[in-house]
């Protein structure tokens, strides 16, 4: 059903809440409802970094880009997975070969993984430069690097990393 403005009101007011798992609610009802384009970039300033990492997602797939300098801040956060959300969103929506380049030299799996398929993604490079990091993160990869892999490629173009998907599936049924 339509939502209606009082219900409105409260999603926008829940954002603010401290209890995490209310926050994350509301940022599924707006996805829910197709109204991820009313959440506020503001969000970006929450203290949780799973409310950061769902609420970079949710913001990338509307298609806005106001938020993003919100979302570069958060490149240097200091959980993994938030700097690689910040850096989906980035690749997302304004894809900067400097910025990824910059990341695929960090000492961080995740990130790294992100940026080299953000690289693919923005044609900045091929699967054959990136392949064997790619093949090094499939093979002998934390889980944590693993699942990066697989939201990373989520982001990118359709087919051009369909294949470490499918060794990624196959390794896990090992």
Request: glycine share 6%; with cysteine; aromatic share 4%.
């Amino acid at each position: 059903p339509e939502l209606s403005l009082a219900t409105l009101e409260s999603l926008l007011a829940t954002l603010n809440s401290t209890d995490d798992k209310r926050v994350a609610v509301a940022l599924d009802l707006f996805a829910e409802q197709e109204r991820a384009h009313l959440i506020p970039g503001l969000i970006l300033y929450h203290p949780s970094p799973d409310v950061l990492a769902k609420a970079l997602e949710l913001l990338a797939k509307t298609g806005r880009t106001d938020f993003l300098p919100l979302a570069d801040r958060l490149l240097d956060h200091e959980y993994a997975h938030v700097r690689a959300a910040a850096l989906r969103a980035r690749m997302a929506l304004a894809p900067d070969e400097g910025l990824l380049r910059e990341r695929v030299a960090v000492n961080c799996p995740v990130v790294r993984a992100t940026a080299l398929v953000g690289l693919t993604a923005g044609n900045f490079t091929t699967v054959d430069e990136t392949g064997p990091y790619l093949d090094e993160v499939v093979e002998e990869g934390s889980d944590v690097a693993r699942e990066a892999l697989a939201h990373a490629i989520g982001y990118g173009p359709p087919l051009v990393h369909d294949e470490y998907l499918l060794r990624l599936a196959r390794s896990d049924n090992e």
